[in-house]
Every structure is written in structure tokens, then in C-alpha cells.
């Protein structure tokens, strides 16, 4: 019994924990996302329209250590298929980012935060901002622990580049996922935005 109720105190704060970097994150990515569109010339309601707490989501994700780090990967080279995501890493360690063709380390920071510009983002700025590839490499000594808070629109929103020529059909985020789940499937590859551009 008493393990029990500790157990349940124990998730209590690590669900209110969980609610308040949700809460906080939600309202950042907002914020961001209007100050990024805002930089474009766009003034509209469409993140505070399309994107509700019920659609966007947060992943914990836990890196196991691993003896054969850093050769393996905890998360496979990806970009996000969201609009921005809002990252906390512990001081472990082993989050890379690819820029110009090369890998970089990002180094832990217990003051900041990691934005990450996803695949809707991209495809509304018509590739003003790109959408960045990233990956995990396994820690060696100590698991490794991160917190990432997904902004993403509903399931139906149309996600439509904001000025001419568009370099992508309207889409919405439904189709998105279904394209990413079936090139998977069949290629082991996400494929990602290219699949909607006009000149294809
Ligand atoms: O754990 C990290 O630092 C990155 C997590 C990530 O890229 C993801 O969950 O999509
Ligand atoms: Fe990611």
C-alpha cells in the first residue's frame, strides 16, 4: 500500500510536470510560429485556429546507454514532419544536427531550449525556413533522457505555401502522415516533402 501511494505521488508530479512544459511549450511554439510568419509578411489566425492543445503532443524519449555508442544511433537521421518542435535535452549529450552536409553536436544547455523548424513550416514558407535533419547517437556511459513538444495543426488543416510560385501543392497534415507511413512501408524511407512539390 504504502509502495503504491508513493507510486501514485510519484506519477502525480511527474504528470504536473509533464502538463507544465506542455502548457509552456504550447504558448512558446504559438508565439513563435506568429513571430516567424510575421518575418514573412503573414498576418493571420491560422496557428491560432488550426493548432490546439488536442493536436499537437509531447515525446519523452529515453536513450538507453549502449557499448557499441556512438556507432549506433538512439534516433535515426529525420527531420520532424510538424511545424516547430520544442526540445529540453538533459546534460548527456549526443543530438546532432546536419548543416552544409556535416554533422554538428549540440551542446547541452540546461538554459535553453531547442527549436526545430519541422516539414510544415518548411512547406508553408515556401522554404524561406528548411526544415532541419537531425539524429541521436547512443550514450555510452549513461542513458540519456529528452522531452520534445511536437506543434502541429489538426489532422485537416491545409497547409498551403504563403506566396507565389508555391513550391508545394496544398496538403494537409492526414495526407502527410498517410504519404510518410506508405513510403516507409515501401522504401524504408520517410521521403517527406519532396513528394508534393509542383515541379515533380
Ligand atoms: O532526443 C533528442 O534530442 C531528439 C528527439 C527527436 O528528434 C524527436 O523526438 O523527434
Ligand atoms: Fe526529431
New binding site residues.
Given amino acids: 500500500m504504502y509502495a503504491f501511494l508513493k507510486l501514485g505521488k510519484l506519477s502525480e508530479i511527474r504528470s504536473s510536470t509533464i502538463d507544465a512544459f506542455g502548457t509552456t511549450a504550447s504558448t512558446l511554439a504559438q508565439s513563435l510560429a506568429e513571430i516567424l510568419a510575421q518575418s514573412l509578411g503573414i498576418e493571420s489566425n491560422f496557428f491560432r485556429e488550426n493548432c490546439l492543445p488536442k493536436t499537437s503532443y509531447i515525446?519523452m524519449?529515453r536513450?538507453p546507454k549502449c557499448t557499441l555508442a556512438p556507432k549506433v544511433f538512439?534516433?535515426v537521421p529525420?527531420s520532424?514532419s510538424n511545424l516547430l518542435?520544442i526540445?529540453y535535452?538533459d546534460q548527456v549529450g549526443?543530438?546532432q544536427l546536419m548543416k552544409d552536409g556535416r554533422w554538428f553536436k549540440?551542446k547541452p544547455n540546461p538554459k535553453a531550449l531547442?527549436i526545430?523548424i519541422g516539414d510544415l513550416f518548411q512547406a508553408l514558407s515556401n522554404d524561406v525556413f528548411k526544415s532541419i535533419k537531425?539524429?541521436?547517437v547512443s550514450p555510452q556511459e549513461v542513458e540519456?533522457f529528452?522531452a520534445?513538444y511536437?506543434y502541429c495543426p489538426s489532422n485537416d488543416a491545409v497547409i498551403q505555401s504563403y506566396n507565389k510560385p508555391a513550391m508545394y501543392r496544398p496538403f494537409t497534415l492526414r495526407e502527410y502522415r498517410q504519404q510518410i507511413q506508405k513510403d516507409v512501408q515501401d522504401t524504408g524511407d520517410k521521403i517527406g516533402l519532396s513528394r508534393f512539390l509542383l515541379s515533380e
Fill in positions: 515525446r524519449n536513450y538512439g534516433l529525420h520532424d518542435t526540445l535535452q549526443g543530438l549540440v531547442i526545430n537531425h539524429r541521436v540519456r529528452s520534445a511536437f
